[in-house]
């Protein structure tokens, strides 16, 4: 019994500490499992807990709110930028009322290319002759031929490169020429046929200054055929210039299916050759059009006539084009023979001899191309009897050229202006891009304003416009629905979430005056977007107050009538361009204007330290201070949760006492009754 009592009385002083020390702990403590009373309180302190954290819940939606207002904000700013560019850019440099492009009558010959501001008008240009460089092949040469080492020097202007080539095939002289003298020269191997090739060297520059000189040890050169110090004496020689039956220019361009012919008289004899130089471009098959055969006419059968729409709307049609037929010369003999000339694209250069024909006179030559897409260029056509007899030259120069260097000669105007590119850029405000040559053919340019230019950036800054009044006329809508924003379907957050925000209703009726007012221009007749096809309604139009018209009029949304804009441009393309930006001091600073007036209410808004940016910087302050508050009432709520646990520690401590004194009673009454 003594035993008991002590074990007892030692279990009473010593809990209350134990209780005591684990309350302290800011540790969730299983009061209930350590005490074992069977009463959960852990429970209770969980429910109580949570019930009080719903305080809290008021800081974490506001910071949700703020997050959404603050997104909206960011899709705002975004769109005003986008919108001030715009507008900037109808008045500022880039304004699409300088642009300007230039149009020809043949695209095949001349093609101008104006730059901005340039001066609108007509000019008249005939091309006799295109700027060339110095450009010259070998003989026909064995494929794989081999060339021996040497050194040459090649030189153009007073730019020279000295070549050490170590011997090898003719791919491998080539790669090093185009290696070393990139700077003036390319170098190329021409695959003729299977079994031949030539070497090609052509200059990076055109111009009469621009010559090719080969010196040094050129032997291999004159071995293969690229260089030669011979020259055929024409005493006594026959020859005949194909292309001067055609042409006084010094090519002929054959288009596509297109064929020319001429009568003539050439006696051939053991030594005539026909040597033709040229060049043959591929050009893109045209695209496959539909056919619309929605309109169907009507079928009688029997006595009923069938009348309706087809059941398909179109069909492609398909045409076989032509790009093969290399027969681009026809010689006709006296005795009715054919001859064709069969040129491959990979042979700018080509040599045929005609005796088989021997005795025979050519009474006709035909020049033709049969392709749909494939143009050849003839730069000389020459009959002529080989001569045997050579003249020595002092210097080596090239065997076969295809072209010598010479300076583009065009007349603009009647003035003859010569220049050593095709890119001829001081006669006009721009470009003129020689492409052909034609002597006979004067070529119609004009320079114009761009009018596709002009009506889309016109067409964009408006969308753009009415993109920000729609979206500002959404998010400062009165409110209906009372609900935060966290609360509503994504859908819905935007719609009225700055009904009461008078800077972007400011922003909205601004906007919307912008496009009501009358500017300053040029005209007096001209002063309103409404006078040049830009208005919310045709004032002819009866409005219906429950249309969707009446909306649009309502949210200020423009509407572009296209042919009014389009005769407004045409009839006075000033006035029409002051209507958007305006100079009216003669500063050169544009001060007025519907564009310009957007621009500047829109950088008041995104600028920085603006309108937004302060907006952005409020909401920023906002979140912050609920995010501080809410860790704050997070400690609180900890703190709160450890008061619980000590309040309720104490009553399972309580209630432990008061089992534990009672089931010592019980024993007591059992021993005496035992004793008993």
Known sequence: MKFLLVVLIFFMIFLPFQGSYSQSSKKKVGVSEFFGTGLNTDDIVD??????????????????????????????????????????SMYDYRSPFNNRVGFSSDESIVKIIPNRGASVGEVRIRVEKMAKPDSFISDPLPIGTEIKPFRFVITMNEKSFEIDFKGGKLQGLVNQINDIAKDIVIASVVRIDKETEVLKIEGRKTGRDAKIFITGDVSEFEKIGLLTREKRIEKDSKELDVLSLFTTGVNLVLKER??????????????????????????????????????????????????????????????????????????????????????????????????????????????????????????RIFIYDKIDEIRRLSEYEPKNYISRAENAVIFVDGVRIERESNDITDVINGTIKVLGE???????????????????????????????????????????????????????????????????????????????????????????????????????????????????????????????????????????????????????????????????????????????????????????????????????????????????????????????????????????????
């Open 258 to 379: 297109d064929e020319v012919s001429r009568d003539l008289s050439f006696l051939i004899t053991s030594k005539t050759v026909i040597e033709i130089s040229n060049s043959i471009s591929f050009l893109p098959l045209p695209k496959v059009k539909d056919v619309d055969i929605r309109l169907m006419e009507s079928v009688r059968v029997s006595n009923i006539e069938v009348k309706g729409g087809s059941p398909i709307t179109t069909f492609d049609i398909f045409k076989e084009y032509i790009t093969n037929d290399f027969k681009f010369i026809v010689l006709t003999f006296s005795d009715g023979n054919v001859f064709e000339v069969f040129i491959s694209p990979s042979q700018p250069f080509l040599r045929v001899s005609l005796s088989q024909f021997e005795g025979r006179d050519i009474v006709k030559v035909v020049l033709r191309n049969g392709n749909d897409s494939v143009r050849i260029v003839f730069n």
């Open 438 to 676: 034609d002597q006979r053919k004067e070529v119609r340019t004009r320079i114009d304003y761009d009018y596709v230019a002009i009506t889309n950036s016109i067409s964009n800054f408006i969308e753009k416009y009415n993109d920000v009044m729609i979206y500002l006329s959404k998010i400062t809508k009165p409110i209906v629905d009372r609900r935060q924003l966290y609360e509503k379907p994504d859908e819905e957050k935007e719609e009225g979430s700055f009904s009461t925000d008078i800077e972007f209703t400011r922003l909205k009726d601004r906007l919307r005056m912008f496009a009501m007012q009358p500017y300053q221009t040029r005209s007096t007749n001209v002063r309103l977007l409404y006078h040049i096809g830009i208005y919310t309604k045709n004032i002819n139009t009866k409005l219906d107050f429950e249309s969707d018209l009446w909306e649009y009029v309502r949210r200020g949304i423009l509407t572009i009538d296209s042919e009014i804009l389009l005769n407004k441009i045409s009839e006075n393309i000033f006035v029409v361009a002051d209507i958007f930006g305006y100079d009216t001091n003669n500063d050169k600073i544009v001060d007025t204007g519907f564009a310009y007036n957007v621009a500047n209410i829109c950088d008041e808004y995104i600028k920085v330290n603006g309108i937004i940016a302060n907006k952005k910087k409020q909401i920023d302050n906002v979140i912050k201070s609920n995010k501080e508050m809410y860790a704050k009432f997070q400690d609180r709520l900890e703190d709160y949760r450890i008061s619980l646990e000590r309040k309720f520690g104490k009553l399972q401590q309580v209630l432990k006492e008061s089992k534990s004194k009672q089931d010592w009673f019980n024993n007591q009454m059992k021993a005496i009754s035992g004793k008993d």
């Open 47 to 88: 429910k109580l807990v949570e019930v009080e954290g719903k305080k809290g819940e008021k800081y974490q939606q506001e910071i949700s709110n703020q997050i959404i207002r603050k997104a909206i904000i960011n899709f705002v700013e975004v769109n005003l930028r986008e919108l001030r560019d715009l507008a900037k």
